[in-house]
């Protein structure tokens, strides 16, 4: 299981990379109820510091995706970095 700073935003807000506008409001208003602070929903699942990371990963995974020029430039990134071959580091 891959931890939350290796989530990305699509992840963060549990979207599809083709989410709609609404769509992204919708998801990042539930999560943002689900991990509010003092929330019981939350209280045996993460610690306050692992809230505290998802809430501020929300926040930044939202203001990118519900902002077009941003969210273009963000996938633009995530596939730049899909294709770009692994670093192969040789060991003497």
């Known amino acids: 299981m891959r931890g939350l700073e290796e989530l990305d935003h699509y ?12 769509e992204i409001d919708e998801a990042y208003r ?4 689900t991990y509010a602070e003092g929330s019981l929903a939350l209280y045996s699942l993460f610690s306050e510091g692992d809230a505290v990371v998802m809430r501020e990963r929300m926040e930044e995974a939202y203001r990118v995706l519900s ?12 596939r730049d970095a899909k294709e770009r071959p692994p670093a192969f580091v040789q060991h003497a």
């Open 11 to 22: 992840e963060i807000l549990e979207l599809s990379r083709d989410a709609s506008f609404q």
């Open 30 to 33: 539930i999560l943002r109820e």
């Open 67 to 78: 902002d077009l020029t941003r969210r273009r430039g963000y996938d633009e990134s995530q």
